[in-house]
Protein backbone atom coordinates (compact mmCIF):
# COMPACT_ATOMS: atom_id res chain seq x y z
CA UNK A 1 0.00 0.00 0.00
CA UNK A 2 1.16 3.16 -0.61
CA UNK A 3 1.68 6.49 1.53
CA UNK A 4 -1.01 8.09 -0.28
CA UNK A 5 -3.29 5.15 -0.30
CA UNK A 6 -2.59 5.17 3.34
CA UNK A 7 -3.08 8.52 4.08
CA UNK A 8 -6.46 8.24 2.62
CA UNK A 9 -6.91 5.16 5.37
CA UNK A 10 -5.92 7.16 8.11
CA UNK A 11 -8.71 10.36 6.67
CA UNK A 12 -11.84 7.97 6.66
CA UNK A 13 -10.48 6.73 10.10
CA UNK A 14 -12.95 7.72 12.91
CA UNK A 15 -10.22 8.91 15.22
CA UNK A 16 -9.09 11.43 12.98
CA UNK A 17 -12.77 13.25 12.79
CA UNK A 18 -12.82 12.68 16.19
CA UNK A 19 -9.48 14.15 17.29
CA UNK A 20 -10.17 17.68 14.83
CA UNK A 21 -13.73 17.64 16.49
CA UNK A 22 -11.59 17.56 20.27
CA UNK A 23 -9.20 19.97 19.01
CA UNK A 24 -11.45 22.43 17.39
CA UNK A 25 -13.37 22.14 21.40
CA UNK A 26 -11.15 25.05 23.39
CA UNK A 27 -12.36 23.42 26.79
CA UNK A 28 -10.49 20.68 26.25
CA UNK A 29 -6.76 21.13 26.98
CA UNK A 30 -5.25 17.90 26.66
CA UNK A 31 -6.12 14.67 24.48
CA UNK A 32 -4.08 11.32 25.10
CA UNK A 33 -3.77 8.91 22.31
CA UNK A 34 -2.70 5.40 23.00
CA UNK A 35 -1.80 2.34 20.80
CA UNK A 36 0.55 4.75 18.19
CA UNK A 37 3.38 2.69 17.32
CA UNK A 38 6.33 3.16 14.76
CA UNK A 39 5.24 5.44 11.99
CA UNK A 40 1.62 5.11 12.74
CA UNK A 41 1.78 8.24 14.83
CA UNK A 42 3.44 10.19 12.14
CA UNK A 43 1.17 9.18 9.29
CA UNK A 44 -1.76 9.94 12.18
CA UNK A 45 -0.16 13.29 12.88
CA UNK A 46 0.14 14.27 9.17
CA UNK A 47 -3.40 13.44 8.54
CA UNK A 48 -4.54 15.45 11.73
CA UNK A 49 -2.38 18.14 10.40
CA UNK A 50 -3.95 18.35 6.99
CA UNK A 51 -7.23 18.38 8.93
CA UNK A 52 -6.63 21.60 10.75
CA UNK A 53 -4.25 23.55 8.88
CA UNK A 54 -1.98 26.15 10.93
CA UNK A 55 1.18 26.01 13.32
CA UNK A 56 2.16 22.50 14.65
CA UNK A 57 4.76 21.53 16.91
CA UNK A 58 5.39 17.97 17.41
CA UNK A 59 7.96 17.52 21.18
CA UNK A 60 9.18 14.29 20.82
CA UNK A 61 11.55 12.57 23.82
CA UNK A 62 15.23 12.82 22.46
CA UNK A 63 16.70 14.08 18.89
CA UNK A 64 16.66 10.48 17.63
CA UNK A 65 13.63 9.92 18.39
CA UNK A 66 12.65 13.22 17.10
CA UNK A 67 15.02 12.39 13.62
CA UNK A 68 12.55 9.48 12.81
CA UNK A 69 9.40 11.32 13.20
CA UNK A 70 10.42 14.13 11.32
CA UNK A 71 11.84 11.91 8.35
CA UNK A 72 8.45 9.84 8.54
CA UNK A 73 6.37 13.57 7.81
CA UNK A 74 8.72 14.72 5.40
CA UNK A 75 7.86 11.38 3.42
CA UNK A 76 4.53 11.96 3.31
CA UNK A 77 4.11 15.60 3.15
CA UNK A 78 7.67 17.36 1.75
CA UNK A 79 9.60 19.18 2.62
CA UNK A 80 8.29 23.05 2.70
CA UNK A 81 6.02 22.42 5.33
CA UNK A 82 8.10 20.51 8.11
CA UNK A 83 10.86 21.49 9.60
CA UNK A 84 13.19 20.15 12.26
CA UNK A 85 14.04 22.41 15.15
CA UNK A 86 17.46 21.19 17.24
CA UNK A 87 19.54 22.47 19.83
CA UNK A 88 22.49 24.63 18.49
CA UNK A 89 24.95 22.36 19.88
CA UNK A 90 26.81 19.82 18.01
CA UNK A 91 26.81 16.66 21.17
CA UNK A 92 25.11 18.31 23.78
CA UNK A 93 24.86 21.82 26.26
CA UNK A 94 27.74 20.55 28.58
CA UNK A 95 30.48 20.73 25.91
CA UNK A 96 29.44 24.30 24.24
CA UNK A 97 30.58 23.02 21.07
CA UNK A 98 27.78 24.80 18.38
CA UNK A 99 26.50 23.36 15.38
CA UNK A 100 26.49 25.80 12.22
CA UNK A 101 24.07 23.58 10.31
CA UNK A 102 21.87 23.15 13.79
CA UNK A 103 21.97 27.17 13.85
CA UNK A 104 20.68 27.52 10.55
CA UNK A 105 18.25 24.92 10.76
CA UNK A 106 16.74 27.00 14.14
CA UNK A 107 16.86 29.64 12.28
CA UNK A 108 14.56 28.98 9.53
CA UNK A 109 11.71 27.91 11.89
CA UNK A 110 11.94 30.69 14.21
CA UNK A 111 11.55 33.16 10.60
CA UNK A 112 8.80 30.55 9.62
CA UNK A 113 7.02 30.93 12.59
CA UNK A 114 7.19 34.90 12.45
CA UNK A 115 5.61 34.75 8.96
CA UNK A 116 2.45 33.18 11.08
CA UNK A 117 1.87 30.68 8.44
CA UNK A 118 0.94 27.20 8.40
CA UNK A 119 4.21 25.41 9.09
CA UNK A 120 4.81 21.90 11.09
CA UNK A 121 8.07 21.93 13.48
CA UNK A 122 8.98 18.48 15.04
CA UNK A 123 11.17 19.38 18.16
CA UNK A 124 12.92 17.85 21.27
CA UNK A 125 13.42 19.25 25.10
CA UNK A 126 17.11 20.15 25.00
CA UNK A 127 16.43 22.45 21.99
CA UNK A 128 13.60 23.69 23.86
CA UNK A 129 15.44 24.00 26.80
CA UNK A 130 17.26 26.78 25.05
CA UNK A 131 16.25 30.52 24.46
CA UNK A 132 15.78 32.28 20.69
CA UNK A 133 16.53 35.75 19.71
CA UNK A 134 13.82 38.17 20.37
CA UNK A 135 10.89 38.35 18.29
CA UNK A 136 11.91 42.52 17.63
CA UNK A 137 15.27 41.62 17.34
CA UNK A 138 14.42 38.81 14.63
CA UNK A 139 11.71 41.10 13.24
CA UNK A 140 14.59 44.07 12.83
CA UNK A 141 17.15 42.39 11.04
CA UNK A 142 14.65 40.12 8.91
CA UNK A 143 15.13 41.66 4.92
CA UNK A 144 12.20 40.33 2.44
CA UNK A 145 12.72 40.25 -0.98
CA UNK A 146 9.91 39.35 -3.52
CA UNK A 147 9.80 38.46 -7.34
CA UNK A 148 8.74 41.79 -9.09
CA UNK A 149 9.93 44.02 -6.33
CA UNK A 150 12.37 47.17 -7.23
CA UNK A 151 15.17 47.21 -5.29
CA UNK A 152 18.50 49.02 -5.98
CA UNK A 153 21.23 46.10 -5.85
CA UNK A 154 24.04 49.19 -4.71
CA UNK A 155 22.25 49.93 -1.61
CA UNK A 156 20.91 45.96 -1.53
CA UNK A 157 24.84 45.72 -1.03
CA UNK A 158 25.13 48.04 1.64
CA UNK A 159 22.30 46.44 3.81
CA UNK A 160 23.65 42.73 3.68
CA UNK A 161 26.82 44.53 4.72
CA UNK A 162 25.65 46.51 7.61
CA UNK A 163 24.00 43.36 8.54
CA UNK A 164 27.13 41.61 8.61
CA UNK A 165 27.10 39.91 5.61
CA UNK A 166 30.61 39.19 3.70
CA UNK A 167 31.14 40.00 0.24
CA UNK A 168 32.93 37.50 -1.68
CA UNK A 169 33.21 36.28 -5.26
CA UNK A 170 31.24 32.86 -4.62
CA UNK A 171 28.80 32.18 -1.62
CA UNK A 172 29.72 28.47 -0.12
CA UNK A 173 28.81 29.37 3.93
CA UNK A 174 25.71 31.35 5.30
CA UNK A 175 26.97 35.53 6.08
CA UNK A 176 27.86 35.43 2.41
CA UNK A 177 26.71 37.30 -0.33
CA UNK A 178 28.80 37.68 -4.04
CA UNK A 179 27.74 39.98 -6.91
CA UNK A 180 28.04 38.64 -10.81
CA UNK A 181 26.78 41.35 -13.05
CA UNK A 182 22.63 41.03 -12.93
CA UNK A 183 22.88 38.54 -10.48
CA UNK A 184 23.22 38.47 -6.97
CA UNK A 185 23.72 35.53 -4.82
CA UNK A 186 22.81 35.40 -1.17
CA UNK A 187 22.97 32.30 1.64
CA UNK A 188 21.12 33.54 4.57
CA UNK A 189 20.91 32.12 7.90
CA UNK A 190 17.23 31.25 7.31
CA UNK A 191 17.53 28.91 4.79
CA UNK A 192 19.83 25.21 4.21
CA UNK A 193 20.27 26.48 0.37
CA UNK A 194 21.60 29.90 -0.54
CA UNK A 195 19.47 32.62 -3.02
CA UNK A 196 20.22 33.42 -6.36
CA UNK A 197 18.57 36.66 -6.85
CA UNK A 198 18.33 37.61 -11.18
CA UNK A 199 17.71 41.51 -11.50
CA UNK A 200 16.27 42.94 -14.99
CA UNK A 201 17.83 46.48 -14.19
CA UNK A 202 16.48 47.46 -10.39
CA UNK A 203 13.74 44.65 -10.75
CA UNK A 204 13.65 41.17 -8.92
CA UNK A 205 13.17 38.92 -12.20
CA UNK A 206 13.53 35.30 -10.62
CA UNK A 207 14.45 33.98 -7.05
CA UNK A 208 15.91 30.65 -7.00
CA UNK A 209 17.62 28.42 -4.51
CA UNK A 210 20.73 26.28 -5.62
CA UNK A 211 23.21 23.68 -4.54
CA UNK A 212 27.08 25.04 -3.45
CA UNK A 213 28.86 22.47 -4.92
CA UNK A 214 27.41 22.82 -8.70
CA UNK A 215 25.62 25.73 -9.00
CA UNK A 216 22.41 24.18 -10.03
CA UNK A 217 19.53 25.29 -9.33
CA UNK A 218 17.37 23.80 -6.33
CA UNK A 219 13.65 25.59 -6.82
CA UNK A 220 12.41 28.94 -7.74
CA UNK A 221 10.80 31.26 -4.77
CA UNK A 222 8.31 34.05 -4.79
CA UNK A 223 9.44 35.54 -1.52
CA UNK A 224 12.60 34.44 0.59
CA UNK A 225 13.94 36.14 3.76
CA UNK A 226 17.58 36.87 4.46
CA UNK A 227 18.56 36.84 8.02
CA UNK A 228 21.90 37.42 9.39
CA UNK A 229 24.15 35.30 12.26
CA UNK A 230 21.52 36.25 15.55
CA UNK A 231 23.12 33.70 17.53
CA UNK A 232 25.57 36.14 19.38
CA UNK A 233 23.78 39.23 19.47
CA UNK A 234 24.06 40.07 23.44
CA UNK A 235 20.10 41.31 23.18
CA UNK A 236 17.50 39.89 25.57
CA UNK A 237 16.65 36.10 24.40
CA UNK A 238 13.22 34.85 24.90
CA UNK A 239 11.89 31.05 25.12
CA UNK A 240 10.82 29.60 22.04
CA UNK A 241 6.80 29.61 22.72
CA UNK A 242 6.86 32.80 22.39
CA UNK A 243 6.97 32.63 18.57
CA UNK A 244 3.75 30.48 18.93
CA UNK A 245 0.80 32.20 18.63
CA UNK A 246 -1.84 31.61 21.96
CA UNK A 247 -4.01 28.76 20.19
Not at 103 to 115: A, G
Not at 155 to 174: A, C, I, N, R, W
Amino acid sequence: MSIKELQEVYAKHPNVAGLASLRKNKDIKTVYLEGMHGSCASLFASVSVKTMPGIHVFILNDLEEAGYFYHDLVQVDGEADVLFFPSSYRRAIKYGQKDAANEILRTEVLSRLEQKKPVTVVTYPEALAEKVVSRKRLSDAMLTLKVGQQEDTVKLMETLSKYGFEHVDYVYEPGQFAVRGSIMDVYSFSSEWPFRIDFFGNEIETIRTFEVQDQLSRDRRDTVEIVPELTRTADEKMPFTSFLPPD
